[in-house]
């Protein structure tokens, strides 16, 4: 084990024995997803959980509820709060037995989870940059109806029944520089739609491999992940024994296994960089994180929306490079054949010199339309123009489109503007080949709603085609009319 990874076990077994000791005491405790300025979920059955003496008589007050129980023989005790409307006043929350603990300023709205590496950590302030990844208001105004709660950086190689954190904190007077840029944009705009509060469980790790964040169980979900999964049985044993261990699922254990009991919304998920070599593949390990999550949970299968990839490096003008990330984006496109998942594109907002794009307004709307559309009904496109089908008529492929709004236009993406729909303007990273694999850029064009025509005089019988299919194809502009990045796809399987 490294001296990184020894230093952040002895916090963990630190924090462990802080808890272990904790419970043996008289006094009524609570985890720390449970402070001040908390928001619970709106709509539906909340947990409140904590420890105290074997026996012990625990009352919980709030909203106009009281729920009464007895802690079990080792010190844990849980009750249920039944389903409220939001709102939008800070309420006590108090829980009393031998003490009575009373936390201030608790909301009731949406609670999602932002996970990830470190597009997700990536704060308003960027980390104290000049690029900001948001207005001046926004990192100074007054956002209360939004909280966040962002566990320190932490690893374990069992899941942790505590959370180190400071604890839940109100977005207004400069705290939310530290906020989830993309979480925070995301919470905006879901406050503007419904009214109503919104807490980010902040959990991210920059760097971080999505290995990290599967669960020990969740490596069995799946059989292509059979071979890793022994691996992580073993790793288990090992440690048991003694011996050095492979943190998969050491992220996930301390800074999220103490929240599956925290009741939630969904998730909204940024990562893969640390996973491009794997390309599609990646398909199955966020496969298997999702239905893990989700089991643990218990809150059946809540949304869980992702960003894809963006653009990043410098571009390429030879229509055959591709790179890692193509492949990834498209493991990452196919996880959307689990139940209620959503994607956000975001290969029209990256940037060739900095793998952290300094645009997470439009990450944190894109992925709000999906909870807008698909979870409140609401009246908004949220899904990008996504390849269908491929049919070839004499010298031209005709692509036709799904998720395409009102229709296909070529357009440009500036940043809290309505999309610039180009007229007259020309389609651009689309590739063709024919039976001998050779690509070469390809003329488009729109001929209607939901096709394009594909061609090019170098390919007289063209077999496949290819969109935005390379590290950073800078320049792609098919969009929905609603402003949508259509997602980049290839119609072959060479």
Same mark, same amino acid.
Request: proline share 5%.
């Given at each position: 084990?490294?001296?990184?990874?020894?230093?952040?076990?002895?916090?963990?077994?630190?924090?462990?024995?802080?808890?272990?000791?904790?419970?043996?005491?008289? @006094?009524?405790?609570?985890?720390?997803?449970?402070?001040?300025?908390?928001?619970?979920?709106?709509?539906?059955?909340?947990?409140?959980?904590?420890?105290?003496?074997?026996? @012990?008589?625990?009352?919980?007050?709030?909203?106009?509820?009281?729920?009464?129980?007895?802690?079990?023989?080792?010190?844990?005790?849980?009750?249920?709060?039944?389903?409220?409307?939001?709102?939008?006043?800070?309420?006590?929350?108090?829980?009393?037995?031998?003490?009575?603990?009373?936390?201030?300023?608790?909301?009731?709205?949406?609670?999602?989870?932002?996970?990830?590496?470190?597009?997700?950590?990536?704060?308003?302030?960027?980390?104290?940059?000049? !690029?900001?990844?948001?207005?001046?208001?926004?990192?100074?105004? *007054?956002?209360?109806?939004?909280?966040?709660?962002?566990?320190?950086?932490?690893?374990?190689?069992?899941?942790?029944?505590?959370?180190?954190?400071?604890?839940?904190?109100?977005?207004?007077?400069?705290?939310?520089?530290?906020?989830?840029?993309?979480?925070?944009?995301?919470?905006?705009?879901?406050?503007?739609?419904?009214?109503?509060?919104?807490?980010?469980?902040?959990?991210?790790?920059?760097?971080?491999?999505?290995?990290?964040?599967?669960?020990?169980?969740?490596?069995?979900?799946?059989?292509?992940?059979?071979?890793?999964?022994?691996?992580?049985?073993?790793?288990?044993?090992?440690?048991?024994?003694?011996?050095?261990?492979?943190?998969?699922?050491?992220?996930?254990?301390?800074?999220?296994?103490?929240?599956?009991?925290?009741?939630?919304?969904?998730?909204?998920?940024?990562?893969?960089?640390?996973?491009?070599?794997?390309?599609?593949?990646?398909?199955?390990?966020?496969?298997?994180?999702?239905?893990?999550? !989700?089991?643990?949970?218990?809150?059946?299968?809540? =949304?869980?929306?992702?960003?894809?990839?963006?653009?990043?490096?410098? =571009?390429?003008?030879?229509?055959?490079?591709?790179?890692?990330?193509?492949?990834?984006?498209?493991?990452?496109?196919?996880?959307? @054949?689990?139940?209620?998942?959503?994607?956000?594109?975001?290969?029209?907002?990256?940037?060739?010199? *900095?793998?952290?794009?300094?645009?997470?307004?439009?990450?944190?709307?894109?992925?709000?339309?999906?909870?807008?559309?698909?979870?409140?009904?609401?009246?908004?496109?949220?899904?990008?123009?996504?390849?269908?089908?491929?049919?070839? *008529?004499?010298?031209?492929?005709?692509?036709?489109?799904?998720?395409?709004?009102?229709?296909?236009?070529?357009?440009?993406?500036?940043?809290?503007? =309505?999309?610039?729909?180009?007229?007259?303007?020309?389609?651009? !990273?689309?590739?063709?080949?024919?039976?001998?694999?050779?690509?070469?850029?390809?003329?488009?064009?729109?001929?209607?709603?939901?096709?394009?025509?594909?061609?090019?005089?170098?390919?007289?019988?063209?077999?496949?085609? !290819?969109?935005?299919?390379?590290?950073?194809?800078?320049?792609?502009?098919?969009?929905?009319? @609603?402003?949508?990045?259509?997602?980049?796809?290839?119609? *072959?399987?060479?």
């Amino acid at each position: 084990m490294t001296k990184k990874l020894l230093t952040l076990f002895a916090l963990v077994v630190m924090a462990t024995i802080a808890i272990s000791g904790s419970t043996v005491q008289a @006094e009524v405790r609570l985890p720390k997803t449970f402070t001040d300025n908390a928001v619970l979920q709106r709509d539906a059955p909340v947990n409140i959980w904590g420890w105290a003496d074997p026996g @012990e008589e625990i009352t919980v007050s709030f909203n106009g509820q009281t729920v009464s129980t007895t802690a079990c023989e080792k010190g844990k005790w849980n009750v249920v709060l039944s389903e409220m409307f939001a709102c939008c006043e800070g309420q006590d929350l108090v829980i009393s037995g031998s003490n009575t603990i009373t936390l201030k300023n608790i909301l009731i709205g949406e609670v999602w989870v932002c996970s990830g590496q470190s597009n997700m950590e990536m704060p308003l302030n960027s980390w104290q940059q000049p !690029r900001l990844a948001c207005s001046e208001e926004e990192i100074n105004g *007054d956002y209360s109806f939004i909280r966040f709660n962002r566990p320190h950086h932490v690893i374990a190689p069992f899941p942790l029944e505590d959370v180190a954190t400071d604890g839940w904190k109100v977005c207004k007077d400069g705290v939310q520089k530290d906020c989830t840029a993309t979480g925070f944009h995301f919470a905006v705009r879901l406050h503007k739609e419904l009214g109503v509060p919104v807490g980010l469980i902040d959990s991210n790790w920059g760097g971080s491999n999505i290995n990290s964040w599967i669960p020990n169980e969740g490596w069995f979900q799946l059989p292509e992940l059979a071979e890793m999964a022994q691996a992580v049985k073993a790793d288990r044993e090992a440690y048991q024994e003694g011996k050095d261990w492979n943190p998969c699922g050491g992220m996930f254990n301390a800074m999220m296994a103490a929240w599956t009991k925290y009741t939630i919304r969904g998730a909204i998920w940024y990562q893969g960089c640390s996973n491009a070599g794997e390309r599609e593949f990646y398909y199955y390990k966020q496969k298997a994180m999702i239905r893990e999550w !989700r089991k643990l949970w218990n809150r059946g299968d809540f =949304p869980f929306y992702w960003v894809q990839l963006a653009n990043f490096t410098a =571009p390429s003008d030879d229509p055959a490079a591709s790179g890692d990330w193509p492949g990834l984006r498209d493991g990452q496109t196919k996880c959307l @054949e689990v139940i209620n998942t959503g994607q956000a594109v975001t290969i029209d907002i990256g940037e060739e010199k *900095d793998i952290h794009p300094r645009n997470k307004f439009d990450v944190g709307n894109r992925l709000a339309l999906w909870a807008l559309a698909k979870l409140f009904n609401k009246d908004v496109e949220c899904c990008s123009p996504t390849f269908k089908t491929i049919s070839i *008529d004499d010298n031209k492929a005709i692509l036709t489109f799904d998720y395409v709004g009102s229709g296909l236009v070529v357009g440009q993406n500036i940043e809290r503007e =309505p999309l610039l729909v180009e007229k007259e303007g020309k389609l651009t !990273r689309f590739a063709i080949a024919g039976a001998d694999q050779k690509w070469v850029w390809a003329d488009a064009e729109i001929i209607g709603k939901n096709q394009i025509a594909v061609s090019s005089p170098e390919v007289p019988n063209p077999v496949a085609v !290819r969109y935005a299919w390379q590290m950073n194809p800078t320049g792609c502009n098919l969009y929905s009319a @609603e402003g949508l990045p259509a997602t980049p796809f290839r119609t *072959d399987a060479w």
